[in-house]
């Protein structure tokens, strides 16, 4: 499974919700989906957008996990 490290990457750039959704034109509930592991997509244009307000690489906020089931 694909595991969302966003807040991760957010409490490591000391940067809140308001000011990432402000920065990346997303809104505060999109990102706070994305921030809590819920979101089942991404548009890679809002990937994009978040890694370059955060001034990171797409694999520092997505991580793939087994699958405990599995």
């Known amino acids: ?40 997509a991404i548009r890679f244009s809002t990937l994009e957008a978040i890694c370059k307000a955060l001034d990171c690489q797409p694999g520092d906020i997505l991580a793939y996990v087994e699958d405990e089931n599995n």
């Open 1 to 40: 499974m694909i595991v969302i490290n966003l807040d991760v990457v957010m409490a490591q750039r000391k940067i809140g919700l308001t000011e990432l959704a402000k920065e990346v034109d997303i809104s505060m509930a999109n990102l706070s989906i994305l921030k809590n592991n819920k979101a089942k």
